[in-house]
């Protein structure tokens, strides 16, 4: 079971949603993706996702804020059938694979070979020698740092 060691909320296209982490410099991912609202706090120590959120409930997080508790309750139920529901299932018994049967290896012919060969050797026309980019440089301006 993975453990995250910061938890909070985030509003992606109006909805605020829990997250979860194991450093604080997952905000500036969040924001690069479009997050705004973002606060995710520091736990006391790593916790389970239903420990993180049960943390945050418990310390009244959400400041009266009735979507960001609606976000959080919202993460309980989801994560309380998830577990209902693992229960509630037998677990199914894996069944044996059957072994593959190995790959034929095919021999390439001297032409493929060759052809190949040749493809790789063939040289790109935009590329510049070396007494090109020599001049080109010399021609260049020194940058103003």
């Known amino acids: 079971m993975s453990s995250f060691t910061h938890a909070g909320v985030s509003k992606l296209d109006g909805e605020f ?22 606060d995710i706090v520091e736990l006391k ?14 310390i009244d997080f959400d400041n009266g804020n009735k979507v960001v508790r609606a976000a959080l309750e919202a993460e309980v139920a989801k994560r309380t059938e998830k577990s209902t529901a693992a229960n509630k299932q037998p677990k199914k018994t894996k069944e044996a694979k059957k072994p593959k049967a190995p790959a034929k290896k095919s021999t390439p012919s001297l032409d493929a070979i060759q052809a190949r060969a040749k493809a790789t050797k063939t040289v790109p026309k935009n590329i510049a020698t070396k007494a090109e980019v020599t001049a080109m440089l010399a021609q260049a301006e020194d940058a103003p740092f």
């Open 17 to 38: 949603k829990v997250r979860f982490a194991n450093d604080a410099m997952r905000t500036k991912v969040l924001i690069k993706n479009g997050h705004t609202d973002i």
């Open 45 to 58: 120590h790593a916790m389970t996702k239903e420990d993180a959120v049960a943390f945050l409930i418990s």
